[in-house]
């Protein structure tokens, strides 16, 4: 059922930057459109809701990439790909969260950006020995600033928050230990953009 998920979200993203380089190549001579890319770095705090989870939120060390298009002068859209990671008393967590977003600027003489999707979540904690993972679809919401760094570069702070709550599970060494699962991951950090 993940590897469907995943196989699913894979296809939106690709069908969506097959439409934004149609788009851009079609009006490439109003540069109202271009290919865009950027990566963060950050604090992030990772949390599996469900009925036999702690739910604690645990902090750790989070980052992301991402590409897409812009549409307008006002709206760029993309794919992210972000990661998390923390290890404590011998217990190793990872998450990683496969994203797609539209950035939306309400006044483009202000660098202030608001985002939205989707996103998918996938949780792993492990001892060595026994493996607990979690999953679940959900939105994604974003804030940003950005400001120049030289003709091609934005640097600015960001925060994204995301959590799967349709189709969560929690599975126990590969069994299923809790049908549903509530997994959120928020970001807080620096983010530098090529345009």
Not at 93 to 100: N, P, V
Not at 103 to 108: R, T
Not at 156 to 164: D, E, I, M, N, T
Request: one cysteine or more.
């Amino acid at each position: 059922m993940l590897k469907s998920r995943v196989l699913l979200l894979a296809a939106l993203l690709t069908s969506a930057t097959g439409a934004m380089a149609q788009r851009r190549g079609a009006s490439a001579g109003s540069g109202g459109t271009g290919f865009w890319y950027g990566l963060g770095v950050a604090p992030g705090w990772a949390r599996v809701s469900c009925s036999l989870c702690a739910s604690d939120r645990v902090t750790g060390v989070s980052a992301y990439i991402a590409l897409g298009g812009r549409t307008s002068r006002a709206l760029r859209i993309g794919g992210e790909l972000a990661a998390w990671r923390e290890r404590d008393a011998g217990v190793t967590q990872t998450l990683m969260s496969i994203r797609a977003a539209a950035y939306w600027y309400p006044n483009l003489r202000r660098r202030l950006y608001l985002s939205g999707g989707a996103a998918l979540n996938m949780q792993r904690a492990s001892d060595g020995t026994e493996v607990v993972t979690s999953s679940g679809i959900g939105p994604l919401m974003g804030i940003g600033l950005e400001w120049p760094l030289g003709q091609s570069w934005l640097v600015g702070p960001f925060a994204h928050y995301s959590v799967g709550v349709f189709g969560g599970d929690v599975k126990f060494n590969g069994g299923e230990a809790a049908s549903s699962a509530r997994v959120s991951f928020f970001q807080l950090g620096m983010s530098l953009t090529r345009r």
